[in-house]
């Protein structure tokens, strides 16, 4: 996958996500996420591909690891370049995963490449000491998970601007920090909590952004597009 930025398709139908895509390259990289793969099923993901999309496909997948192992298999078998399992599911499962996505990979083709989930954005420091009984901070933790996903092979982690600069130290700058959680400086803030703007999250190390509605919900999708890529990319 680029490192163009990464647009969350919160859309409830695929014509809903293919209606709002008309103006953007195909080059585009895309977030499916559980509502429109739900919904839609594996004809989304074929027929964003089939356009010449980058797509990853965010279903956070948590189980036992033979579980996880072939639904990774299954999800290979679609041609997406970016996966994502909860690495509270343990470093066993991560290891299954990674053997599924290889296993589901077609002679010749490139492995998609599979992240890690450490703590939730939604999750709160009280959240970890009161309801995981985790006795460190919630960034102690979410470090702690990017370095168990990087020991069971896996290519990087999902998580907040603020935790990139950190993981990246711990774990180099090649390791993925996709981070979502991305507004311009006058965009409305919506539900996330922790959020940075492109050039800040470039600036942390993040490889990769997810922006949703400061693209979705803007008065011109694909201006705002540009300008954040653009900021992302450091060229104003
Ligand atoms: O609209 P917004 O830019 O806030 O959308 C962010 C996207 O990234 C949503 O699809 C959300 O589910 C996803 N995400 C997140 N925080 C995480 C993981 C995924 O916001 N930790």
Same mark, same amino acid.
């Given at each position: 996958?680029?490192?163009?930025?990464?647009?969350?398709?919160?859309?409830?139908?695929?014509?809903?996500?293919?209606?709002?895509?008309?103006?953007?390259?195909?080059?585009?990289?895309?977030? =499916?996420?559980?509502?429109?793969?739900? &919904?839609?099923?594996?004809?989304?993901?074929?027929?964003?591909?089939?356009?010449?999309?980058?797509?990853?496909?965010?279903?956070?997948?948590?189980?036992?690891?033979?579980? $996880?192992?072939?639904?990774?298999?299954?999800?290979?078998?679609?041609?997406?370049?970016?996966?994502? %399992?909860?690495?509270?599911?343990?470093?066993?499962?991560?290891?299954? !995963?990674?053997?599924?996505?290889?296993?589901?990979?077609?002679?010749?083709?490139?492995?998609?490449?599979? *992240?890690?989930?450490?703590?939730?954005?939604?999750?709160?420091?009280?959240?970890?000491?009161?309801?995981?009984?985790?006795?460190?901070?919630?960034?102690?933790? !979410?470090l702690h998970?990017a370095k168990?996903?990087q020991? !069971?092979?896996?290519?990087? $982690?999902?998580?907040?601007?603020?935790?990139?600069?950190a993981i990246t130290q711990a774990c180099g700058?090649?390791f993925?920090?996709?981070?979502?959680? *991305?507004?311009?400086?006058?965009?409305?803030?919506?539900?996330?909590?922790?959020? !940075?703007?492109?050039?800040?999250?470039?600036?942390?190390?993040?490889?990769?952004? =997810? %922006?949703?509605?400061? *693209?979705?919900?803007? &008065?011109?999708?694909?201006?705002?597009?540009?300008?954040?890529?653009?900021?992302?990319?450091?060229?104003?």
């Amino acid at each position: 996958m680029n490192k163009s930025p990464i647009i969350a398709l919160d859309f409830h139908s695929a014509e809903a996500a293919f209606t709002f895509l008309k103006p953007f390259e195909q080059s585009a990289n895309v977030k =499916v996420g559980m509502q429109l793969y739900y &919904k839609e099923g594996p004809a989304i993901i074929a027929k964003l591909k089939e356009k010449g999309y980058g797509v990853f496909l965010d279903l956070k997948l948590h189980d036992i690891p033979n579980t $996880v192992k072939s639904a990774m298999e299954v999800l290979a078998g679609f041609g997406v370049d970016l996966v994502n %399992v909860h690495a509270t599911g343990g470093k066993t499962m991560m290891e299954a !995963a990674l053997e599924g996505l290889d296993k589901g990979t077609g002679a010749g083709l490139r492995r998609p490449s599979i *992240i890690g989930v450490t703590q939730l954005t939604s999750t709160d420091d009280r959240q970890v000491r009161e309801e995981q009984l985790i006795g460190v901070s919630l960034a102690e933790s !979410a470090l702690h998970y990017a370095k168990l996903t990087q020991d !069971a092979g896996l290519d990087g $982690v999902v998580c907040s601007v603020l935790e990139a600069s950190a993981i990246t130290q711990a774990c180099g700058q090649e390791f993925f920090k996709v981070t979502p959680g *991305i507004r311009l400086a006058d965009d409305a803030k919506n539900d996330q909590i922790r959020i !940075a703007t492109p050039e800040e999250a470039r600036r942390a190390g993040s490889t990769h952004i =997810v %922006v949703g509605r400061s *693209i979705t919900a803007a &008065k011109n999708p694909y201006e705002a597009y540009e300008l954040i890529t653009s900021q992302w990319e450091g060229l104003n």
